[in-house]
């Protein structure tokens, strides 16, 4: 029996295709009331919630959001709890992941990374840390990478200390969410069939994974299943890496 998310709203940032899409859709089937796929790609947002509000009938609403700017963080949360009220689960999964030689890892390049990947994490896990404290509950999932483990397979530096940067902050917002009832985990995908690894090259014989695999656990993290599991990232690499 799978966890229910029945009277549940969920955010999901990133929420248009792959990984981010795929936990939407999951999230609906089972049972989550409200989804919102917050997206910088407005159209795609609005295709994907129709999608899913077709297959499963649960409410979703698209909603624009550019991670890196705060204005546009807060005003998704405002939306949010306008719509929704009250806020149960934020998906942290808008990124980008760009790869040159370390050589050609300009200042420009690296603050643009780790704006969207890092910062854009923290701003929105901020907002909704804010909104779950007084109701002493809530559910947060960061979505890193095995770049963050293994230094990168088709990923570049600025990349990689992006990710890490989101598995350590998984630590930090779990040890302060802990005497409020709030889960913070993180899943680091291994390579996933998505729109944004397709544009990446990887090295022949590398092990590939399809986005539910990593939306399933997504889900085990952001349900009462998961209530005792805290500050945790877990890998979803089928065997790419493992320690």
Not at 48 to 61: M, V, Y
Not at 187 to 202: C, D, K
Not at 206 to 217: E, K, L, P, S, Y
Request: aromatic share 6%; charged share 20%; glycine share 10%.
């Amino acid at each position: 029996m799978f966890p229910s998310f029945e009277g549940q709203c969920a955010v999901i940032t990133g929420g248009a295709s792959g990984i981010g899409k795929e936990t939407a859709l999951v999230l609906a089937e089972r049972g989550a009331s409200v989804l919102v796929l917050a997206d910088r790609q407005q159209e795609a947002a609005e295709q994907a919630a129709a999608e899913i509000e077709q297959a499963t009938g649960r409410r979703c609403l698209p909603a624009r959001l550019d991670v890196a700017d705060p204005a546009s963080v807060e005003a998704l949360f405002q939306f949010v709890t306008a719509e929704c009220g009250d806020l149960h689960i934020l998906v942290n999964g808008a990124g980008v992941c760009p790869y040159l030689p370390i050589e050609e890892v300009d200042a420009e390049r690296w603050d643009r990374t780790v704006d969207i990947n890092l910062r854009g994490s923290f701003l929105c896990a901020r907002e909704a840390f804010k909104r779950m404290k007084p109701r002493r509950f809530g559910k947060i999932v960061n979505i890193a990478s095995v770049a963050a483990r293994i230094g990168g397979l088709a990923s570049g530096v600025d990349y990689v200390a992006s990710k890490g940067g989101v598995v350590s902050m998984t630590y930090s917002f779990a040890k302060a969410g802990t005497p409020f009832g709030i889960n913070v985990n993180g899943v680091a995908p291994g390579v996933i069939a998505t729109p944004l690894s397709a544009a990446q090259e990887y090295p022949p014989g590398t092990i590939i994974g399809q986005a539910r695999d990593v939306a399933n656990v997504i889900a085990f993290l952001a349900s009462e299943d998961a209530r005792h599991v805290q500050g945790c990232t877990i890998d979803v690499t089928g065997g790419l890496y493992m320690h």
